[in-house]
């Protein structure tokens, strides 16, 4: 752990200190009355005053934050040690393991936690040993979910394989190889439980539901005054102060944990990194550097008009990769040329906004958009050996992109310089050679160093490694991701590899016939997906340990003959009448997943 986040961690553990020093400290006890002196205000004796029986608001607090700290960790620890077994058990053993896994996890996911938790006591009734066992079970659906993604995301990585080739039992690959590599999603889940079970128990202290008076409780103390709230207002500010500083110091140290465990923290400006830590959510989100808005693109024919892509929508923030995934003549690649203005001839936009950190692309005249082609935004194509030009040594090429946008740079030196970065060995050397001098891998290396010459805000790269094979594939592919996040690119990774996306996407995209059917965070996606063309995707990718991968019957419908309903309709072996009925629009779903599947929930 390089880098520790101090200020959180003396933050928390300051608050930590005092509520187990409680007992110790030179304090009044905190349930002892002395209703002569009920909701006396500070004093020398009671610096934060006397609350409706007359006891010390400040001893009751320090034992309010013992018993809220203890319970929420507890509950965590319980819920963090169960739900990693079952994702753990579902995703590295997978079949009928994964499915009781994740289908118990799926009836508890059904029900609101606050309801969940408000049926529970109301049976088993009030009290901290009930609290314990109930917040557990809250927050156990979170931990199976995060180490199920994590196990699924890590057990395809080479560095599995690699332990399997060398011998390596299941046990010893589970333990060495991915237990460490989830550890740090559960450790930062940990530190959301426990900072979501301090707001449920204090809740449910309010409700009367959790614990027990006279034992002190911030929301108990909360609820009691409310009731005195017009003579002893102060007495409502300690307790809610004392929650939302805590709450506070506990984001911040599970936004520390989580920058520190991670070996390639996702980019955020220096200026707001502590505020996002102090304030999350609070802050207006960054604006996405890439956000596109119902983009429709038509070609025009002798015999009439059809729309290849409808109604695109998606953004991609600073240091962010989306995948836009599909089969060819999905609308993928035409989307990506939409948005840097090289549609074809015969294709234009009728509909939509593409808009670059603000600037909407598809208003700006071909000058304009032309400066920003190679400058604010860069694209890599699939074949390096035709995009670059055999009669020019490399250097020149990459000098020649610098000095189209800055025509005072030192550009051979800036070359070199980028040549290097990008890993070519030798680079001053390298700069001097014909394109057909270098391999393959070397020369989507110099194209990525052209696409980052003037420092791009964002970066399509369409098919970028289709060409390479497998171990430069994945080099160029760790390349890029180091790249974008060394520099905050937005990066919108066009391909038609599963495999390429698990290893290189934050989201993804699904398309299909010119629409976006899906939508979600990778992980989410993969571990469950909600439309049966991602669900087909996934079936039909090679799996090196399942059965030999199923093909997706049927065949994508051209453009200008689509189903008047779904789209999928034709190839879904989950069609009903209404899906045939009209085209079903992308829905958002509460936890930002979009799908555009009618059935999603049944299915
Ligand atoms: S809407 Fe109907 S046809 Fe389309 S994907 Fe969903 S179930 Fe299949």
Not at 387 to 412: D, M
Not at 551 to 566: N, Q, R, T, W, Y
């Amino acid at each position: 752990m390089s880098r520790i986040p101090w200020p959180p961690i003396l933050g928390f553990g300051a608050i930590v200190l005092l509520a187990v020093l409680a007992p110790v400290l030179p304090l009044p006890d905190p349930v002892t009355m002395d209703v002569a002196h009920r909701l006396a205000g500070p004093s020398l004796a009671h610096w934060l005053g006397q609350d409706e029986f007359g006891r010390d608001v400040l001893t009751r607090l320090l034992w309010g934050a013992r018993v809220s700290l203890s319970v929420a960790f507890a509950a965590s620890a319980i819920a963090c040690v169960a739900g990693v077994a079952l994702g753990v058990a579902g995703g590295f053993l997978r079949g009928i393991v994964e499915i009781l896994a994740l289908r118990s996890i799926d009836v508890l996911l059904c029900f609101p936690p606050l309801l969940l938790a408000l049926l529970v006591v109301t049976l088993a009734g009030p009290g901290a040993a009930t609290l314990v066992p109930v917040l557990a079970l809250v927050y156990l659906p979170g931990f199976t979910r995060v180490a199920y993604a994590g196990v699924l995301t890590a057990r395809s990585q080479d560095y599995v394989e690699a332990m399997r080739v060398l011998g390596a039992g299941k046990g010893r690959i589970m333990l060495r190889t991915i237990l460490p590599n989830i550890g740090g999603p559960v450790l930062v889940q940990f530190s959301l439980s426990a900072a979501a079970a301090v707001v449920l128990e204090s809740g449910l202290s309010f409700l009367g539901l959790g614990v027990v008076p006279p034992a002190p409780s911030w929301g108990l103390m909360i609820g009691a005054a409310r009731a005195t709230m017009t003579q002893a207002p102060l007495l409502l500010l300690w307790p809610c102060a004392a929650l939302t500083l805590t709450i506070l110091a506990m984001n911040a140290l599970c936004d520390g944990l989580r920058d520190a465990v991670d070996p390639h923290p996702a980019y955020r400006p220096p200026g707001r990194r502590w505020l996002d830590r102090l304030t999350p959510g609070l802050l207006p989100a960054t604006r996405a550097v890439l956000d596109l808005r119902g983009l429709t693109v038509r070609i025009d024919t002798p015999d009439g008009h059809f729309e290849p892509v409808r109604d695109v929508t998606l953004h991609i923030d600073a240091g962010e990769t989306l995948a836009l995934v599909g089969e060819s003549g999905s609308g993928k690649s035409l989307t990506s040329l939409a948005i840097s203005g090289l549609l074809p001839g015969a294709a234009r936009v009728v509909a939509g906004s593409a808009r670059l950190d603000g600037t909407d692309l598809l208003a700006l005249p071909e000058e304009a958009l032309r400066r920003l082609r190679g400058g604010a935004m860069a694209m890599i194509f699939q074949d390096p050996s035709s995009s670059l030009n055999p009669v020019h040594r490399v250097g020149e090429q990459i000098a020649e992109a610098i000095r189209a946008h800055r025509p005072k740079a030192p550009a051979a030196t800036e070359a070199i310089t980028l040549l290097k970065r990008v890993g070519i060995p030798d680079p001053a050397a390298r700069a001097r050679a014909f394109p057909h001098e270098l391999s393959g891998g070397m020369r989507q290396r110099v194209m990525i160093a052209i696409a980052i010459a003037n420092a791009p805000r964002l970066l399509i790269a369409d098919e970028p490694t289709t060409a390479l094979d497998v171990t430069i594939q994945a080099q160029v592919l760790d390349l890029l991701a180091d790249l974008k996040r060394e520099r905050g690119l937005a990066l919108l990774f066009v391909t038609h590899s599963l495999p390429v996306v698990a290893e290189i996407a934050d989201r993804v995209a699904v398309m299909y016939a010119g629409e976006i059917v899906e939508q979600g965070a990778t992980a989410e996606v993969f571990a469950r997906p909600l439309h049966p063309y991602t669900a087909a995707l996934l079936r039909s990718a090679p799996d090196e340990e399942g059965p030999p991968p199923e093909g997706i019957p049927g065949v994508v419908p051209p453009p200008f003959d689509l189903p008047k309903g779904c789209v999928f309709a034709p190839r879904c072996v989950h069609r009903a009448p209404a899906c045939d009925a009209a085209r079903p629009k992308l829905a958002t779903l509460p936890d930002g997943r979009q799908t555009s599947c009618l059935r999603w929930r049944e299915l």
